[in-house]
Nanobody, 125 residues
Framework: QVQLVESGGGLVQAGGSLRLSCAVS????????MGWFRQAPGKEREFVAA????????DYADSVKGRFTISRDNAKNTVYLQMSSLKPEDTAVYRC??????????????????WGQGTQVTVSS
């Protein structure tokens, strides 16, 4: 049984920082890339960031590039999303996800098989 559990969301002022964590169980974590997505009220879910199985390759949505950093600790089966210089438009439910296939990185929802329950991030102006 694959489980992904996010933590670290909350309320922060614009310009502040938060670090999200996603703990994974039930899969050989170190063999899979990981992704973060977000969904704001009334909007479609959107890709935020992805990281390769080794952590050697990362990629970001243009809207967060230079402000967010994705990382992973394979010894702890955990992926992180460090968010800095937060803006009100970053307000959303953030979810981590693990792909269907070993090793490959994906940038759309279709590539992911299991999802966390989500953690709310609210940025006040």
């Amino acid at each position: 049984q694959v489980q992904l559990v996010e933590s670290g969301g909350g309320l922060v002022q614009a310009g502040g920082s938060l670090r999200l964590s996603c703990a994974v169980s039930g899969r050989t974590f170190s063999s899979y890339a990981m992704g973060w997505f977000r969904q704001a009220p009334g909007k479609e879910r959107e890709f935020v960031a992805a990281i390769s199985w080794s952590g050697g390759k990362t990629d970001y949505a243009d809207s967060v590039k230079g402000r967010f950093t994705i990382s992973r600790d394979n010894a702890k089966n955990t992926v992180y999303l460090q968010m800095s210089s937060l803006k009100p438009e970053d307000t959303a439910v953030y979810r981590c996800a693990i792909p269907r296939s070993l090793y490959y990185m994906f940038y759309t929802e279709a590539g992911y098989e299991y999802w966390g329950q989500g953690t709310q991030v609210t940025v006040s102006s």
